[in-house]
Each structure stands twice: as C-alpha cells, then as structure tokens.
C-alpha cells in the first residue's frame, strides 16, 4: 500500500525539485610579488594561504626596487629593476612572469641645453598602474625626483607634467646628496578611483603634492606636517613623507607614515593630523611603511622602527612589532604574536609591506634581512613563509583565479 499510495501522489502533482544550494564562488589564490637588492621572487599561495610555491629569482643580481602586476588585466607585471653595468630599466611580462621583455624606451629625464648641468635616472623607485578606464596606462616615480607616464604596457616612458624641470620643483628636490641614504626619491602615485584626472605623488623630500587637473597643475599638501627640530617646516625641501595610501573603502581619507610621525587626512581637509602622538612612547612613531585595510577606512597597520638618536633603522630594542589602528588613529594596539621576541635588528623599507583582500585580511612584510612573513588573520599572529633572501625592497599581493 506505500508504494502504491506514493506512485498515487506522484501522478495527481508535478514533481518536486530540491534546491540546489547557492554554488560558493571559488577562493582566490594569492599572489605575492617580492623584490630585493638582488632580484626578484614570485610566491604562489593556495586559497587558504597556508602553503606557498616559490617562483625564482627572476633578475637574478638586478636592484629591483618594485614590482608591480596590472590589475586591470591581472597578467601584466612591469619590474623596475638596475644593475651596476647596465643602469636602470624596466622589464615587462605578458604572461604573469613566465617571460620578461626589457622596455624599449626606459625613464629617462630629458637632455638638458648645452652648458646646463642636467639629471640622470639613478633608478625607478616606484610604479603605479593608472585609472581602470585607462588600460595600459602607467606612472613611474624615479630617484632622483621624476614622474613619468608609460601609455603602451610600459614599453615606452616619457615625462609627465612639467615638475621633472620646474625650477620651484627642482629647488623642493633638493640634491642627490640630501635625504635617503640611497637617493631622493619621488613615490606614493596615487590615482583617485573615482576621478583619473586626481592625482598625488610623494617626494622624499620635498612633501606631498596634489593634482586635480590630470597633471597639468599640483599644488603642495604638507600642512600640518612636522620636520626634523631645527629645520624650517615652511620649506617644503624639508618635508620628508616615508609613505601615503589612500583608503579604498573611502578614498576622501589618506594615511601617512612620515619621517616625523603617522599621519591622517580627511578631504577637502587640507591639513594633516598627526595620530601617532596615541603609539607608545617607548616605540614612537617613526617607520617607513603604512597599510591600509581595504574594507575599513578606520583600519590600518604600521611597522615602527627606531628613529632615535644616530636613526639606527632597527627595530625599537630588537623586539619587532606591527601596530593596529581600528578608530582612525585615536589608539593603537602591538601585534608581535609569532615574531621573534628579542634580538632581531632587522626593519622594513617603506614598500616592503602590504595587504591581501581575502577576509579575513591578510598583511605581509619583507625584512631588511631577507624574511617574508605573513599574518592570515590581520596581524594577530605572524608566520615566516621565507627565509634567506637578500635584502627585501618591496612586496605587493594580488588576488588570482
């Protein structure tokens, strides 16, 4: 009788589908791009992020101070890259690293008149993709202080704006013997998402700049920020920022780890604020890199170093630590969970730490001494994915199918 009452019920009414439950997309693998003092390193890490395949080296004895894949077509890497015999250039891949090919046309400042003392590109420091609706678009900041636009894939450079040869300008740079140890440099290119005519660059030293013309114009935006006791802080040339991201979630609110301090702004705000006052003082607030999280204007990460005395450029005491902000700068919190807990005198250069957009966060820095640590769960605890490499210069992720 079941059976038959069953096939019954199944005559008088269609038939029932059950719902096939929503299909999870996949997880993005991630992919950090690492370059160092000699050479560069492509490390491949499962959904999960707890194991990782190294690529490398690529430009094995180059400087390679950036490295850099286009997000806009997520196969594209441009290397800045130098040797001692060979000088700086570029090196570009089509095919996520596999093969390179040197630009045809590196950066390079224009010939100066005859009789006239002119400028060489030492190297290019930075390299930063432009607005999404400009594809194969780029931006190049070089030391000495220069920027330069590539329109072809980073195949071909040439200067941008008119600052590379701005006497004003020029008199902010100051000379190849001022500042950084290894050279002025002209970094932090940014391109608002919303708006690819608004820009900011960087200059160590000579401060931060803005345009809201496409180039054709920029104006210093340095108020607020503080200079070395002793030196003027109306002379922009003294105006040293280490480092400036602009927020994805909110891209009015800018962070920046300066020579002197961290610091905050809030557009159409003019003035920076400074909120590494709220860091330990035993720590301070003086580092190179900061990190932004990409959900969370409130949300970022810095890695201080100390700043006292001759600037050893170590970690505070040999005891290294990330610190957190999570309410924009009004409090700070350690993250050492996993590093080591003394004697490691190793710091991080201010491209040398980055974020992921998994969820949770994943952060990543590379040590002056040649580690690659990674934390999963936003800086709570920390893991040593690589050993033994030389100097880092930089690290980027990017998230790949």
């Known amino acids: 009788m079941a059976r038959t009452t069953q096939k019954s019920a199944t005559r008088k009414g269609p038939a029932v589908r059950k719902k096939r439950a929503p299909r999870t997309p996949p997880a993005h693998r991630v992919l950090a791009l690492v370059a160092t003092r000699k050479g560069a ?62 630009a045809s046309t590196p950066p390079a400042f224009a010939k100066s008149a005859e009789g006239e003392i002119g400028r060489a590109v030492d190297h290019t420091f930075w390299l930063t993709p432009c607005h999404a609706n400009e594809p194969n678009a780029w931006y190049a900041g070089t030391s000495p202080q220069g920027l330069f636009r590539s329109d072809d894939g980073g195949d071909t450079w040439q ?35 919303r708006d690819p005519a608004h820009l900011y660059f960087s200059m160590s030293g000579g401060g931060v700049h803005e345009s809201v013309d496409g180039g054709r114009s920029f104006s210093p935006l340095v108020k607020g920020m ?79 170093m100390d700043g006292t005395m001759v600037w050893p450029r170590t970690s505070p005491a040999g005891k290294p630590a990330v610190y957190v902000t999570r309410n924009g700068g009004k409090s700070w ?8 807990e003394s004697q490691a005198w190793w710091t991080v250069k201010r491209q040398a730490m980055t974020a992921d957009g998994q969820d949770p ?41």
């Open 361 to 401: 966060v994943g952060l990543y820095f590379g040590t002056t001494s040649g580690e690659l640590w990674m934390s999963r769960d936003e800086g709570k605890r920390w893991t040593c994915i690589a050993r033994n490499l030389p100097e880092i210069y930089a690290v980027e992720t990017v998230q790949i199918p």
């Open 41 to 102: 390193w492509l490390f491949h890490g499962d959904a999960t992020r707890k194991t990782w395949r190294v690529d490398g080296p690529h430009f094995l004895g180059h400087i390679v101070n950036h490295l850099v894949l286009d997000p806009r077509d997520g196969r594209t890497l441009l290397a800045a890259a130098k040797t001692g015999h060979l000088g700086p250039t570029i090196f570009r891949s089509t095919d996520r690293g596999r093969t390179w090919k040197e």
């Open 159 to 193: 200067p941008f704006s008119y600052i590379n040869d701005d006497p004003q300008y020029r008199t902010w740079m100051g000379t190849v013997q001022d500042g950084t140890p290894d050279g002025p440099k002209l970094h932090s290119i940014i391109v608002d998402p």
């Open 226 to 304: 503080e200079v070395v006791d002793g030196f003027d802080v109306r002379n922009i040339a003294f105006h040293d920022p280490h480092c400036v991201r602009l927020c994805p979630s909110n891209p009015d609110r800018l962070y920046q780890q300066n020579h002197c301090g961290i610091y905050r702004i809030d557009r159409p705000s003019n003035e920076w604020t400074r909120i590494g006052k709220k860091m330990p003082r035993r720590v301070g607030d003086i580092g190179f890199p900061i990190v932004v999280h990409p959900r969370d204007a409130d949300t970022a990460w810095v890695f201080p």
């Open 333 to 340: 919190q350690r993250l050492d969970t996993g590093l080591p």
